[in-house]
């Protein structure tokens, strides 16, 4: 079905050659538009300027803000700003729609292109009006993916789209490029929600594609439709890529006419001789409808196999449920089983993943005529943007959907993250979205609430619709799928959609609702580090929903310190009681008075520091938090994973191993220390103090190196950490305590 060729691997005429041992990394698809879009003037170096960038309505004022903190007047290059995370949450009363005004505002002011609630999400807009073949999108969204028409798209964290509208540059290594083989043909039944979960199976436990590009080739990527590409390559994210890119074909080429955008395309291949760094080759023909269950895309089985075993499944859900929810609440799913049949409670088809024309159309096929029955069961669907919401109407489709039980919504990210269409207690959703990370469906661990999602194809989720919410795969429906055509009505954007795009107007006022907050004022790296461990996490991953959670939460993003007020909550409801603890020894700091007097258990501690290093003191202090994490950062781009740590006095996180390029980019950019220590029993624990003598210097002369110690009543034990690769620039980014810092240079 899948297999994996770690070996670097020549293809000539397009296809692998297993005898050919050419090392020309010029042949690739991702190498030209990586150096057509690079401004270091070295290729191995990247230092990359984007022609578009979006954001929602979770991070896009904190973005401006930090640009606006750091002198930007305009914005440089089209920036769209859209509404679809939060635009249905009524947590906070006023603040989302004061956060969506804004927006507005913002784009009035500083030239750019704002997208109301309810017309689209981010990465379906993005596809219809931006992506065209050989450019490059930057989103502070994960699933920031538009390969398939020819795009390479990166999702990162707030501070790398600030850097873009400060006129700096997206620096990283030239990463390693895998070819994706396709060949075959996918069954009836199987969508691409099916293709994407057996790829991310194969590939993230090993970290096979981690940070590195994916290239689609092979003779069967015609064989695909194009929203069928869209979805396999919007998963992508899963398997922890930096980003990915098709070759391109007619098809293409006809989604830019139906688009009115003609001029976007052009024919993408690799050249004659192409070097890759790793192959990944697919049978599409051999992929079965699949189903991942909680808690990650990995946890993947095909959806027969899950039937045939559920018994011994199901008990193995529930020993990753033990180390998901730190067994803090009672968790089964074998209570769903009736009849020897999995009952299953919701099913969900939204968002950049499942919202797509194709998805919808091939469900209402399997549904049209039969109904989703009067029982528990429920059925939503949210196509990803009005104009897909407008073809439904028009061609019969959303009629054929409602007419079935099924409720249909508008364009809207919340079923993603868990903002939207939250489950019941102990309820089991399946959903063609984008994740099923602990607590991502809207549950609250910590108020005894939990429910639980699997990740299946809008086909399959239809076939169990039909079934009455018994699981059910697609390949049972045998009957015809209609193959709609697909024609894009832009009248509802000109109609609706405010754009501005590199017309600035300085008068405008920003408008500023009462949540919106500035950044606080950071300290620069002190000379020396004391730091206290804030929290310990031993998960194998540790999410960026764990480390801020997402859903209603998300609500307050606008007010970094009510925001952080959640940090860790549903993983270590202590952390923020400990951290801003210890934070007030560094805020007497600021102020010119004692920290110990402000933290006194702080008196014990620095007697032992100085017994050793009796210059550490006054004058050449930090004192503030870290946290341990096993390999934090998966999921998410979201910067507040990070900054909630900063605004709390964080100074560092101590890893393993980091999830994702864009966490530990985040980090830096927010002035923490990307700590890494090797993998084995700590030398610390939660509530030990650490020490980190001379840690600016070590910064600024790129120790290979750094010494800590753990202080203890009977004196300081010594351990290593090392910070991997940084550029020069993160390197000041850091040393000046955080990129607004940076900037104002």
Not at 50 to 72: C, E, K, L, N, P
Not at 102 to 118: M, Q
Not at 200 to 223: T, W
């Amino acid at each position: 079905m899948i297999t994996l060729h770690p070996s670097p691997v020549t293809f000539i005429g397009g296809r692998p050659a297993t005898d050919a041992a050419v090392q020309d990394r010029t042949g690739t698809i991702a190498y030209d538009i990586l150096q057509a879009h690079n401004s270091s003037g070295n290729p191995e170096q990247l230092a990359i300027r984007f022609d578009a960038m979006a954001s929602h309505d979770i991070t896009y004022v904190g973005i401006i803000q930090t640009a606006r903190g750091s002198g930007m007047q305009a914005f440089p290059l089209p920036y769209v700003l859209t509404n679809c995370h939060n635009s249905l949450c009524a947590v906070g009363g006023t603040i989302n729609h004061d956060d969506h005004l804004f927006g507005l505002s913002a784009a009035k002011k500083y030239g750019g292109e704002f997208v109301p609630p309810h017309m689209a999400v981010i990465h379906q807009y993005m596809r219809e009006r931006y992506a065209g073949c050989g450019k490059m999108i930057l989103a502070s969204d994960s699933h920031t993916r538009y390969g398939a028409l020819g795009t390479i798209s990166v999702g990162e964290g707030g501070p790398e789209l600030a850097k873009q509208l400060l006129g700096r540059t997206y620096d990283l290594k030239y990463p390693e490029i895998i070819a994706v083989y396709l060949t075959g043909k996918p069954q009836p039944g199987v969508g691409p929600q099916d293709v994407a979960l057996a790829l991310v199976k194969a590939v993230f436990e090993s970290g096979f594609v981690k940070n590195k590009i994916l290239e689609f080739v092979g003779p069967s990527v015609a064989s695909l439709d194009m929203d069928y590409r869209l979805g396999i390559d919007v998963m992508t994210t899963e398997t922890t890529c930096l980003s990915s890119i098709w070759q391109t074909d007619e098809k293409i080429q006809e989604f830019y006419e139906i688009h009115g955008r003609a001029q976007s395309y052009k024919e993408l291949k690799p050249g004659d001789v192409a070097y890759y760094d790793g192959c990944v080759e697919i049978d599409l023909g051999e992929i079965k409808p699949m189903i991942a269950m909680p808690f990650h895309p990995s946890n993947t089985y095909t959806i027969d196999e899950l039937n045939a075993n559920l018994d011994d499944i199901l008990a193995d859900v529930e020993k990753k449920a033990l180390v998901s929810l730190d067994g803090k609440v009672p968790y089964t799913l074998r209570n769903k089983v009736v009849d020897g049949k999995l009952y299953v409670d919701q099913g969900i088809i939204a968002g950049c993943a499942g919202g797509g024309f194709e998805n919808i159309c091939a469900a209402a096929d399997i549904l049209r005529g039969t109904s989703i029955g009067a029982d528990a069961f429920t059925l939503s669907v949210y196509p990803a943007s009005t104009p897909i919401y407008m073809e439904l109407a028009k061609n019969g489709v959303l009629a054929d959907l409602l007419a079935t039980g099924a409720v249909v919504k508008t364009a809207f990210c919340g079923p993603c993250f868990g903002a939207g269409d939250t489950p019941a207690n102990n309820a089991f959703s399946i959903r063609h979205t984008t994740r099923n990370f602990p607590n991502r469906e809207g549950s609250k661990i910590q108020n005894g609430q939990i429910s639980s999602v699997a990740l299946m194809d809008a086909r399959s989720i239809a076939a169990t619709a039909a079934n009455k919410g018994f699981l059910t795969s697609a390949e049972e429906y045998t009957g015809d799928y209609t193959n709609q055509k697909y024609f894009f009505d832009k009248t509802i954007y000109e109609n609706r959609i405010f754009d501005s795009k590199g017309v600035a107007d300085p008068d405008v006022e920003i408008q500023f609702g009462p949540n919106i907050k500035d950044w606080p004022e950071m300290p620069e790296l002190a000379e020396n580090l004391v730091l206290k461990v804030v929290s310990e996490i031993h998960d194998p991953v540790t999410t960026t929903d764990e480390l801020i959670p997402s859903g209603e939460t998300s609500s307050y993003r606008s007010n970094p310190l009510g925001l952080a007020e959640f940090t860790l909550s549903r993983k270590d409801p202590e952390y923020v009681g400990r951290a801003k603890e210890i934070q007030k020894a560094q805020k007497a700091i600021q102020e010119g008075k004692c920290p110990l007097e402000a933290v006194p258990e702080l008196q014990q501690v620095m007697g032992t520091v100085q017994k050793q290093f009796p210059e550490i003191g006054d004058g050449n202090l930090g004192i503030g938090s870290t946290i341990f994490a096993v390999k934090p950062g998966d999921g998410s781009a979201r910067e507040q994973a990070a900054s909630c740590q900063k605004v709390l006095g964080g100074w560092a996180n101590i890893a393993n191993e980091y999830a994702t390029k864009r966490y530990r980019s985040n980090l830096i950019n927010w002035g923490m220390l990307p700590f890494l220590i090797q993998d084995g029993e700590l030398p610390f624990e939660n509530g030990d103090y650490l020490l980190f003598p001379g840690i600016r210097k070590a910064v600024a002369e790129k120790a290979e190196n750094i010494s800590g110690y753990v202080v203890r009543p009977e004196g300081l034990k010594e351990f290593q950490v090392t910070l991997g690769e940084l550029t020069d620039d993160e390197r000041e980014i850091i040393l000046k305590g955080c990129l607004i810092n940076y900037n104002r240079k």
